[in-house]
């Protein structure tokens, strides 16, 4: 699994960093994006992501900064997908989604050479701000659907707080709810367990050649030798290789109803948008420091801390005597996690940055 970010900054794009989007590229080349902020288009363009190869997106927050990019991916997927029947775009996201998506395209006359469906994740009453009412709140999707529109799912969460989006026989997807200054999500990415190697050589000298009952052994069946004996997955097959979990949160201030949810987490992508010093603002606006994150790695026991979602003082290569280089960022986080004698190991996102995800060790 190879996590490519393509959009790191927090707000609104620079010269240097786009705004929050990011891929994640399995071993068969599908690829998912999880947020998709303006200027999403151009990133991919320049990354080694192909477009055509995107089959699910997932949206964390209704903030313009994730969001504003989506209309205008999908019309680029509809010119890189030839018209195909058997293609859906699914797209997962909060409540009010489905209406962005539907009225945009509508509105720009959009056409797509595909089919799409949006399920909504439904918030919880606590995730709404005490102002939230101070908005307009028809954020329900009415009226005809899009041509190729699809109508998708209202999910509600369960009695943990877990929205449970997809799953298949490699790979689910749930969600759980973080605190922001509007109803935001992080998604947990969690890959099922793979049979060990094959002991070929002894399976020969039982008298099991190679054929179908090779692949009946892997799924975890009992056969029955030549000689009458029953033969056992465990005894010809190696160590399992272990599924990945990866957790890409949201916008938050507080990561407490998640926690349980993104537990033993290989890698974490988790926003630090300003400095230690600045953490009392920077939870009045709803967002984290490196301390925050670090302390959410080390409750969770990740493996992988990767810092994103930067404040647009924090530079790589600072030429302004009033910016800060974004090392910052990445000192404060390792000097929290030392102090909590945590080993997991933090990073800074960057945009285009690609990073392998690899397997747990047994």
Known sequence: ?????????????????????????????DVWIFDCGEGSQVQLQKSSVRSSRITKIFITHLHGDHLFGLPGLMCTIGVSVPERKDFVLEIYGPRGLRKYIRNTLILSKSALTYDY???????????????????????????TLHPQEILGKDICADQKYIWDLFENENVCVKAGP???????????????????????????????????????????????????VSLKPEQVLGPPKLGRKITILGDTCNTERITDLAKSSDIVLHEATNENSMEEKAIDMGHSTPRMA???????????LMLYHFSQRYKTSPDNKDDLNVNILLEEAQQELSSLNCNCQVMLADDLLEYTVSRPIN
């Open 294 to 304: 670090a302390r959410f790695a080390e409750r969770v026991g990740a493996r992988i």
């Open 117 to 143: 469906v949006v399920h909504e994740m439904i918030p919880m009453e606590e995730q709404f701000p005490d102002d939230w009412n101070t908005w307009p709140s028809d954020d329900e999707a009415t009226g």
């Open 178 to 228: 973080i605190t922001h200054s509007i109803p935001s999500f992080g998604f947990v990415v969690m890959e099922s367990d793979k049979p060990g190697k094959l002991d070929v050589t002894q399976l020969i000298k039982l008298g099991v050649l190679p054929g179908p009952i090779y692949s009946r052994i892997k799924k975890g069946e009992t056969i029955t030798l030549p000689s009458g």
């Open 1 to 29: 699994m190879l996590i490519i970010c393509l959009g790191t900054a927090s707000c609104y794009p620079t010269s240097t960093r786009s705004v929050s989007c990011t891929a994640l590229r399995f071993e068969d080349g």
